[in-house]
């Protein structure tokens, strides 16, 4: 299946139309404007910028704001491919094979940071650095190329005679065929400015690769949010913290497999393409293999075949990978997205709580240095233990009302005493009393809940419900949410001292879900039960919502909505394995984009995903 749309190579203004005549007549202008003393290129905070001349000006709008371009894209880079058949044409490649660079240029600052304003390198050493020019000005005999490599920023400073003497024609190359935008190689010796700025003096330019197309320029930036997402080079290219933010990224996946491989677990890989989709309660992508003559999904979780491998006798292994589900797109969720998950033989939930604050707090420490953090203006402290409630207790320190431990206690009373019957009349009191709390509230997206309540086929499901509405959104430092009902948790150990809940966890932050974790279901005749009974009840559900809208004769929207129906099966071949012999085992997965996300105080989970999904 698709999930990209592509992108034409140049985007044109929608309002602007011109035959080639026109853009030809004006590529004449256009290039004489490039040889003006300024071209500004896109804002890097974190880096040093050149220092303003004597005399020089920026193009100024009405009310003093910087003026735009008005040069067109299209008529950009009809001047720049003249500039590349200009350098062919002197006999240089504009693409190059290679260049020898011999420092970035954070190493330059590095070791040249004793060197004193005003002053040259005495030592005669010669540098060569590579990267993007993302600012220039010409002045005279005199320019100054700002230029950026991976690791930061760094000026070239170009003086004619400097340049001439060991490339004759050199300077013109820099004043009329190098552009913002460019990647550039340089060499030469080292000078800090009187004004304190850190420079390489050229004596060799070489153009590694000519841009076609501008760079949106510094006074404007990149603005359009859907553009920063559609192409996220340019996104990168003009944002030094877009950039930091995926560095981080990078520094958290590695903490997590380098913590994971210090505790001696194995990192596998399992399927993408899988014949059932299990391991969660997700719409699956579905695709068909054409060889095979068959339907397959990807993969909505990695935990059934990781599970497997547990059976196989790895007693300790994870999975760093992407996971699949055709679901919403919003600011916390894309329908691919990285997960870890982990399962430990012989080890339980408890240990899962202890090895996710572990994980947790040193991916804070590998990215910010502490344990404190502020996300979105709240303040949040990792290095204290996480809480740990009950979703009982939580709903009832929300809701005083709703004793939710009490209730399943009477149904079980009721069940045993009077049958289904009787266990009915329970539920129907608590939804009575739950609908009524949610009534009562004043926020309006709690009382969205009211439909789920009325709706809801068990008591488990109902304190599920009432936890999302009334508890979920409060928890703003870590929590590890406990004892979920079995009806919402089939893969859960049942718990060990409670009836009617397992040994399962969420951890939530920032209201959030970043993990769950349970002591594994070992018993096959149980899980089985709770599959064929999952499915059984998804299934009913899903036919009688087809049913009900074939009666009405919906159409249109509503026939749309069917189509987000799907129908789920049991993993037989699972359930076989099982029956092989899982030992005891807690199983830990966790969200890494939500992660990164609260790790780099991003709003969104676009903003951590180098190229998410569009519309």
Same mark, same amino acid.
């Given at each position: 299946?698709?999930? *990209?749309?592509?992108?034409?190579?140049?985007?044109?203004?929608?309002?602007?139309? @011109?035959?080639?005549?026109?853009?030809?007549?004006?590529?004449?202008?256009?290039?004489?404007?490039?040889?003006?003393?300024?071209?500004?290129?896109?804002?890097?905070?974190?880096?040093?910028?050149?220092?303003?001349?004597?005399?020089?000006?920026?193009?100024?709008?009405?009310?003093?704001?910087?003026?735009?371009?008005?040069?067109?894209?299209?008529?950009?880079?009809?001047?720049?491919?003249?500039?590349?058949?200009?350098?062919? %044409?002197?006999? *240089?490649?504009?693409?190059?094979?290679?260049?020898?660079? /011999? &420092?970035?240029?954070?190493?330059?600052?590095?070791?040249?940071?004793?060197?004193?304003?005003?002053? &040259?390198?005495?030592? %005669?050493?010669?540098?060569?650095?590579?990267?993007? $020019?993302?600012?220039?000005?010409?002045?005279?005999?005199?320019?100054?190329?700002?230029?950026?490599?991976?690791?930061?920023?760094?000026?070239?400073?170009?003086?004619?005679?400097?340049?001439?003497?060991?490339?004759?024609? #050199?300077?013109?190359?820099?004043?009329?065929?190098?552009?913002?935008?460019?990647?550039? %190689?340089?060499?030469?010796?080292?000078?800090?400015?009187?004004? #304190?700025?850190?420079?390489? !003096?050229?004596? %060799?330019?070489?153009?590694?690769?000519?841009?076609?197309?501008?760079?949106?320029?510094?006074?404007?930036?990149?603005?359009?949010?859907?553009?920063?997402?559609?192409?996220?080079?340019?996104? !990168?290219?003009?944002?030094?913290?877009?950039?930091? /933010?995926?560095?981080?990224?990078?520094?958290?996946?590695?903490?997590?497999?380098?913590?994971?491989?210090?505790?001696?677990?194995?990192?596998?890989? /399992?399927?993408?393409?899988?014949?059932?989709?299990?391991?969660?309660?997700?719409?699956?992508?579905?695709?068909?293999?054409?060889?095979?003559?068959?339907?397959?999904?990807?993969?909505?979780?990695?935990?059934?075949?990781?599970?497997?491998?547990?059976?196989? #006798?790895?007693?300790?292994?994870?999975?760093?990978?992407?996971?699949?589900?055709?679901?919403?797109?919003?600011?916390?969720?894309?329908?691919?997205?990285?997960? $870890?998950?982990?399962?430990?033989?012989?080890?339980?939930?408890?240990?899962?709580?202890?090895?996710?604050?572990?994980?947790?707090?040193?991916?804070?420490?590998?990215?910010?240095? @502490? /344990?404190?953090?502020?996300?979105?203006?709240?303040?949040?402290?990792?290095?204290?233990?996480?809480?740990?409630?009950?979703?009982?207790?939580?709903?009832?320190?929300?809701?005083?009302?709703?004793?939710?431990?009490?209730?399943?206690?009477?149904?079980?009373?009721?069940?045993?005493?009077?049958?289904?019957?009787?266990?009915?009349?329970?539920?129907? *009191?608590?939804?009575?009393?739950?609908?009524?709390?949610?009534?009562?509230?004043?926020?309006?997206?709690?009382?969205?809940?009211?439909?789920?309540?009325?709706?809801?086929?068990?008591?488990?499901?109902?304190?599920?419900? !009432?936890?999302?509405?009334?508890?979920?959104?409060?928890?703003?430092?870590?929590?590890?949410?406990?004892?979920?009902? $079995?009806?919402?948790?089939?893969?859960?150990?049942? &718990?060990?001292?409670?009836?009617?809940? @397992?040994?399962?966890?969420?951890?939530?932050?920032?209201?959030?879900?970043? +993990?769950?974790?349970?002591?594994?279901?070992?018993? +096959?005749?149980?899980?089985?039960?709770?599959?064929?009974?999952?499915?059984?009840?998804?299934?009913?559900?899903?036919?009688?919502?087809?049913?009900?809208? +074939?009666?009405?004769?919906?159409?249109?929207?509503?026939?749309?909505?069917?189509?987000?129906?799907?129908?789920?099966?049991?993993?037989?071949?699972?359930?076989?394995?099982?029956?092989?012999?899982?030992?005891?085992?807690?199983?830990?997965?966790?969200?890494?984009?939500?992660?990164?996300? !609260?790790?780099?105080?991003?709003?969104?989970?676009?903003?951590?995903?180098?190229?998410?999904?569009?519309?």
């Amino acid at each position: 299946m698709l999930l *990209q749309h592509s992108l034409p190579p140049q985007r044109r203004h929608a309002c602007f139309s @011109t035959s080639r005549q026109s853009v030809n007549a004006r590529v004449s202008h256009v290039l004489r404007s490039t040889s003006s003393t300024v071209e500004a290129g896109p804002a890097e905070p974190k880096a040093e910028k050149p220092k303003k001349q004597k005399g020089e000006k920026q193009p100024q709008q009405k009310g003093g704001k910087p003026a735009q371009s008005a040069s067109s894209p299209e008529e950009v880079r009809a001047v720049r491919l003249q500039k590349v058949e200009e350098l062919r %044409g002197q006999g *240089q490649e504009p693409y190059a094979y290679r260049f020898d660079r /011999t &420092h970035f240029t954070t190493e330059l600052q590095e070791q040249f940071s004793a060197l004193e304003n005003g002053a &040259h390198d005495e030592s %005669g050493a010669v540098v060569s650095v590579a990267g993007r $020019v993302v600012a220039k000005r010409v002045m005279g005999k005199l320019a100054f190329l700002s230029l950026r490599d991976d690791k930061g920023q760094i000026q070239l400073y170009i003086e004619k005679a400097g340049l001439e003497a060991q490339q004759p024609g #050199g300077f013109d190359l820099v004043k009329g065929l190098v552009d913002v935008g460019d990647i550039v %190689g340089c060499t030469g010796g080292l000078k800090r400015t009187d004004k #304190g700025e850190l420079s390489v !003096m050229a004596t %060799g330019l070489q153009v590694l690769t000519k841009s076609l197309q501008p760079l949106p320029d510094k006074w404007h930036g990149l603005a359009d949010v859907e553009k920063r997402y559609r192409q996220r080079y340019l996104d !990168m290219i003009m944002a030094a913290e877009v950039r930091d /933010t995926f560095r981080a990224r990078s520094k958290i996946i590695s903490c997590i497999r380098r913590q994971l491989e210090d505790r001696g677990f194995l990192e596998v890989e /399992t399927p993408v393409l899988e014949s059932v989709a299990g391991g969660a309660d997700a719409r699956p992508f579905r695709t068909f293999h054409n060889t095979l003559r068959r339907d397959f999904t990807l993969r909505i979780a990695t935990e059934l075949h990781l599970k497997r491998l547990v059976v196989g #006798g790895f007693e300790r292994v994870f999975e760093l990978g992407r996971i699949f589900r055709n679901e919403g797109v919003s600011s916390r969720h894309n329908p691919e997205f990285t997960s $870890v998950e982990i399962y430990q033989a012989y080890a339980d939930y408890s240990d899962m709580m202890a090895l996710t604050e572990d994980l947790v707090r040193a991916c804070a420490l590998a990215v910010k240095g @502490t /344990t404190q953090i502020n996300y979105q203006g709240v303040d949040i402290d990792f290095g204290k233990p996480f809480r740990r409630a009950s979703m009982a207790e939580l709903v009832k320190e929300a809701a005083p009302g709703l004793d939710f431990e009490a209730l399943m206690a009477a149904g079980r009373e009721a069940a045993a005493a009077g049958g289904p019957e009787a266990a009915a009349a329970v539920l129907t *009191q608590a939804k009575q009393d739950a609908e009524a709390v949610l009534q009562a509230h004043e926020n309006k997206d709690v009382r969205k809940f009211i439909s789920k309540v009325r709706s809801a086929p068990s008591l488990g499901h109902l304190l599920n419900e !009432m936890f999302e509405a009334l508890a979920e959104g409060g928890l703003q430092q870590p929590t590890f949410v406990t004892e979920h009902p $079995v009806e919402i948790s089939p893969l859960a150990k049942p &718990h060990r001292a409670k009836p009617g809940v @397992t040994e399962r966890f969420e951890l939530f932050i920032y209201g959030r879900e970043h +993990a769950n974790a349970f002591s594994e279901l070992t018993d +096959a005749v149980e899980q089985r039960v709770r599959f064929e009974e999952q499915v059984a009840r998804h299934n009913r559900a899903f036919e009688e919502r087809k049913q009900a809208r +074939a009666a009405a004769g919906e159409g249109g929207e509503a026939a749309e909505e069917a189509e987000e129906d799907y129908e789920v099966a049991v993993d037989y071949d699972f359930i076989a394995a099982l029956e092989h012999g899982l030992p005891p085992t807690g199983g830990l997965g966790i969200g890494v984009d939500r992660l990164v996300m !609260m790790l780099t105080d991003s709003p969104s989970i676009r903003d951590v995903i180098a190229f998410p999904l569009m519309k």
